[in-house]
């Protein structure tokens, strides 16, 4: 893996909220590298840090300290509207993230310039079916849904995907369903993933390297293999413990 290009990184990036006597330290010094075509899982239990961590990468909030920089480039501060042009978000809630005015296929042309033929390819894909442009979300089961969040984040040429508890709201057939194709995508259009979650047992299947968060510090952090095979901190074990069957 390291002889793959850097696409993203983050260096000693500290977040904290609320007034000055009692402010809250949700980040304390994370670092990272997301390589090329590669994904990277960050695990940790609510209220780690890692939903803010996405927000401080894709620009929605502003680190108190520390670097973003996207292939070499530093953009720390910078707002959504121009780093969605190099990554998109997939949520948890898939329906909420459409319109239910619009129809997918609006939806999906909404601020980006492609044909047809071309919105066909991605929606293909992703597994579906051209049929279902014509739909609204509220029309679609959720893993559809969460796989036209995918298409749509293809569709906007992002060559990172941050996909945030993605499985969560899934039954366990759509949850298998979706992460294979997260894989093929990765497969296929060699874009680099941050995969975000609770589940350790999901992360280490899918994963490539896989980084541990626990109140805003990274615990763990390596290869999946060798976190899982040879944790350091006490915490990642005891998620471990918890997983039945890895």
Do not use: W
């Amino acid at each position: 893996m390291n002889d793959r290009e850097i696409v993203l990184s983050g260096k000693e990036l500290h977040k904290s909220f609320g007034p000055k006597e009692n402010r809250r330290h949700i980040l304390k010094g994370v670092s990272f590298e997301l390589y090329s075509g590669e994904i990277l899982g960050i695990v940790g239990e609510s209220g780690s840090g890692k939903s803010t961590l996405l927000k401080l990468i894709c620009g929605i909030e502003k680190p108190d300290s520390g670097e973003l920089i996207h292939r070499g480039k530093e953009y720390t501060g910078i707002g959504p509207e121009k780093t969605g042009k190099f990554l998109q978000m997939i949520f948890q809630d898939a329906y909420g993230s459409f319109d239910p005015r619009m129809s997918m296929e609006k939806s999906l042309k909404e601020g980006v310039g492609v044909s047809e033929e071309e919105m066909v390819k991605v929606i293909e894909e992703v597994g579906l079916t051209k049929d279902l442009l014509s739909r609204r979300p509220r029309h679609l089961s959720g893993g559809q849904c969460q796989r036209m969040s995918v298409a749509r984040a293809l569709l906007g040429q992002a060559d990172i995907l941050m996909c945030d508890e993605v499985t969560s709201a899934l039954d366990v057939t759509s949850q298998a369903q979706v992460v294979k194709m997260i894989e093929d995508v990765r497969n296929k259009e060699d874009v680099s993933i941050l995969f975000v979650s609770h589940d350790l047992a999901l992360v280490s299947n899918l994963c490539d390297r896989v980084m541990v968060i626990k109140e805003g510090e990274v615990v763990d952090y390596g290869e999946t293999k060798t976190v899982i095979n040879n944790p350091t901190s006490e915490y990642t074990k005891k998620l471990l413990d918890s997983v039945i069957d890895i």
